[in-house]
């Protein structure tokens, strides 16, 4: 058998992180069996739902490399992809079972539920519906039509019996009858409920497992009953377990962002925010670092844990650091491009080789993109901030004749290569008779603005003589406004 996965996401908001992951580990069990991954937009929500989102969580999922198969933008065998487009289906599935009596109008209004709930929680009661239009004469039910009533379509749960969900994460939970009420199917307006289409959509596309968010664990027992009443095939399900803050409540924007779009925005790689979920609530031996094709290579069904993943910002961000360090540079620097573009700093004289020296020079200390970018300000010409502290320490007085003689020589150094740059600064140190320190730190504070640095030579290199002598003359400008 063809293993067929689906991603079902609401286009009520962003593609958040818990959504991601879902997504992540139905791919993951396609592209190791050699299946498909569907894309089903559910959008029968229709106050919440907007094309926005649409294509938020299109985007998040582009950004992560989760390609599917068969989807809205493409089409496929089993198109429509968009649930308000396949109303047709629901409506010839819940005739038949209103046919079979699986189903049946009821008419309850609003206000009768609400006051049968009241009711309920008077006598401390868990509201269920009773069930009173279970069997309404045909003769009442064309009366109340007449009326202008407009009737949703209830299933008829078994009354008694359980139903067992065989999940492939949890083993088997069981599921009292009694205790599931007859639930919506289609309300008034046409449109069904999560519950009915999510059935109708699993069972006409083929869908053969169904991995999704444990929140929806107790949806499945009514789930399955419908497959049941309507003759059809259920699907192996498993349930994920949820993801958690540092607190151990559920994740939510209190703890962080959670959009992945906004982790792209923060600087971090596809990669390790794909090994990083990956990694949350799966585990593979005691292995941390995963390139994707390893995912696709090792993922089971069996390593997802069956107990909460508590997400841990620490953890993504060593993730990151040791993904940068893992892309070729030259890769890497392609992906700091747009960022640097859209601060304005590129000039031309910063060649893919220049930018590969400064990638080179920062990647070991930087754990995101904006990070590195932030690091690498002081290569470009722009203002930048001088930390009092180091200011006060090495742009004084006694360092005026260092510096002087730093931006009278270095501008002029030639060729302008790493060694005769170097010699500038050591040729000048044991002219003073003083170690090369007492050259560096000085330069390092009126070139940087901090104390630290990367290496002053390599520094002083990538940054250029022109830059370098403006540079030093600002010190000076600097140095000579504080006296
Ligand atoms: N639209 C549902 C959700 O986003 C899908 C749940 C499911 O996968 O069945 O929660």
Not at 59 to 65: K, N, Q, S, T, V
Not at 180 to 204: E, R, S
Not at 248 to 261: E, I, Y
Request: aromatic share 10%; glycine share 8%; with cysteine.
């Amino acid at each position: 058998m063809k293993i067929r996965v689906r991603f079902a996401p609401s286009p009520t908001g962003y593609l958040h992180v818990g959504g991601a992951r879902t997504a992540l580990f139905n791919w993951l069990l396609a592209r190791h069996t050699g299946g498909t991954f569907v894309l089903r937009i559910e959008d029968t929500d229709l106050a919440r739902s907007t094309e926005a989102s649409v294509q938020a969580i299109l985007d998040g999922m582009r950004w992560l490399g989760l390609t599917w198969e068969e989807g809205p933008d493409i089409g496929g065998p089993y198109a429509p992809y968009f649930q308000m487009q396949r109303l047709d289906t629901y409506k010839r599935y819940v005739d038949q079972l209103l046919n079979e009596g699986h189903a049946y109008h009821c008419f309850c209004s609003k206000e009768e539920l609400d006051a049968m709930r009241e009711e309920a929680q008077k006598k401390g009661e868990a509201f269920s519906y009773t069930g009173r239009c279970r069997n309404l004469l045909p003769e009442i039910a064309q009366r109340l039509r007449e009326e202008g009533r407009q009737p949703v379509i209830r299933f008829k749960t078994p009354t008694e019996g359980e139903t067992v969900v065989d999940d492939l994460i949890h083993g088997e939970v069981t599921f009292q009858n009694a205790l599931l009420d007859d639930f919506v199917l289609v309300k008034a307006d046409g449109v069904p409920t999560y519950n009915y289409a999510v059935v109708i959509d699993d069972a006409t596309m083929d869908i053969t497992h169904v991995l999704r968010g444990d929140d929806h664990l107790s949806n499945t027992p009514k789930q399955i009953l419908i497959y049941q009443a309507l003759g059809l095939a259920t699907p192996r399900f498993g349930h994920i377990p949820m993801i958690l803050g540092q607190d151990r409540a559920r994740l939510s924007k209190r703890h962080g962002a959670t959009s992945v779009m906004a982790y792209e925005e923060q600087g971090y790689l596809p990669e390790a925010m794909l090994n990083y979920l990956a990694k949350l609530g799966w585990a593979c031996g005691d292995q941390e670092e995963f390139t994707v094709e390893e995912l696709i290579e090792k993922f089971s069904v069996a390593g997802i844990n069956n107990t909460a993943a508590v997400f841990d910002q620490a953890k993504l961000d060593w993730l990151n650091g040791v993904w940068m360090r893992r892309l070729a540079t030259p890769d890497l620097a392609e992906r700091l491009k747009p960022r640097w573009q859209a601060k304005g700093w590129l000039q031309a004289r910063h060649t893919d080789e220049w930018l590969n020296g400064l990638v080179e020079l920062l990647k070991e200390r930087a754990r995101t993109l904006v990070e590195l970018v932030d690091y690498s300000t002081f290569f470009f010409d722009v203002p930048i901030d001088y930390k009092p502290e180091a200011v006060e320490k090495f742009l004084v007085p006694e360092n005026r004749a260092i510096l002087e003689a730093l931006r009278d020589r270095l501008p002029k150094a030639e060729p302008w290569d790493l060694p005769t740059v170097e010699g500038v600064f050591r040729s000048l140190a044991s002219e003073l008779g003083v170690k090369a320190g007492a050259v560096i730190q000085p330069a390092r504070v009126a070139l940087t603005g901090s104390t630290a640095s990367p290496g002053m030579f390599e520094t002083a290199y990538l940054m250029g003589p022109e830059l370098v002598g403006k540079r030093l003359q600002g010190a000076l400008d600097l140095m000579a406004a504080r006296v």
